[in-house]
């Protein structure tokens, strides 16, 4: 039980090393073509909640929407778009405001936790750890995506960057970029969640 616990705390402080790498270096960010981007900033906090359980999910979330609001604060990917994620935004471009705050930690937060209750319904019904984990991961990663682009419409249509015309919307700020987020989800929890729930497990005896 002792073995269990160090190798869960060894795990989670692995999981927010990756988490801290992915978010503050460009190997979270891997560009696949012009205005294409894929976003590993997810994976740590969604392989940490299915592994680990929902409360190691939200600890990863908060660190990921944390690590989000400095990145967008002090230097933004994109200045144009700081707005939607930080009311401290650059000097000369649309300003944010508390609900930036609002879209840049609660979806980081709430979609971890999703996952680990997805997977661990699908456990108890006794689905394989592989499929279980790819729906809980790809679910998860939707609702992600989901949340932030709907809030982000929701209080900022005015702005030109966001615009009135939600599927304009939805295309410019998502695009490929939100299937590619869904599929690099589900791909590495899947090819993840076996061999670690082993070393679990396996520590447990």
Known sequence: MKNKKTLHLALLAIFTALELIFCFTPLGSIPLGPGIVATLAHIPALIAAILLGWK??????????????????????????????????????????????????????????????????????????????????????LLHTVLVLGLIYLTFHAQPTVGQNLVTFIIAWAGVNALIELVSAGLVSGVLVKPLSYALNRTAI
């Open 56 to 141: 190691a999910g939200i600890f990863l979330g908060a660190v990921m929407g944390i690590s989000s609001l400095i990145v967008w604060t002090f230097m933004p990917p994109n200045p144009v778009t700081a707005f939607a994620f930080t009311p401290f935004t650059p000097v000369g471009q649309a300003e944010g405001n508390w609900m930036s705050l609002v879209i840049c930690i609660v979806p980081r937060v709430l979609f971890p936790v999703v996952a680990a209750l997805i997977y661990a319904v699908m456990q108890k019904r006794n689905i394989n750890k592989v499929p279980s984990a790819i729906v809980a991961s790809v679910c998860a990663t």
